[in-house]
């Protein structure tokens, strides 16, 4: 149990002082001039890609079907519009 612990609290240790020194160092020249750059990102878009076949597509906000010229078109949406001004029923 207490072997757990102590690698637990190092490999914290370890992501926090990476995390730290990785926050100071992408604002320098050295970042924007390094290899480093590129690997970073190239990580990024591989783990992405593990887990981004699971993702759905984000929802259309707008879907229009089209039909070739001269095809009848298909059934309404099931009844006849309502009107635009519509009584109430306790009048």
Same mark, same amino acid.
């Given at each position: 149990?207490? %072997?757990?612990? $102590?690698? $637990?609290?190092? $490999?914290?240790? /370890?992501?926090?002082?990476?995390? @730290?020194? =990785? *926050? @100071? +160092?992408? +604002?320098?020249?050295?970042? @924007?001039?390094?290899?480093? @750059?590129?690997? /970073? =990102?190239? =990580?990024?878009?591989? =783990?992405?890609? $593990? ?6 597509? #984000? %929802?259309?906000?707008?879907? *229009? ?6 095809? #009848? *078109? ?5 009844? %006849? %519009?309502?009107?635009?001004?519509? /009584?109430?029923?306790? *009048?």
């Amino acid at each position: 149990m207490l %072997p757990v612990l $102590i690698i $637990i609290v190092a $490999i914290s240790v /370890a992501a926090l002082l990476g995390f @730290r020194w =990785f *926050e @100071r +160092y992408r +604002y320098t020249d050295g970042w @924007r001039k390094s290899e480093f @750059r590129g690997l /970073a =990102f190239g =990580f990024l878009m591989w =783990f992405g890609g $593990i887990f981004g076949h699971r993702v759905p597509p #984000p %929802p259309q906000a707008k879907v *229009e079907f089209t039909a070739r010229s001269g095809e #009848p *078109e298909g059934p309404g949406s099931g009844g %006849p %519009p309502l009107p635009d001004q519509a /009584a109430h029923d306790k *009048e």
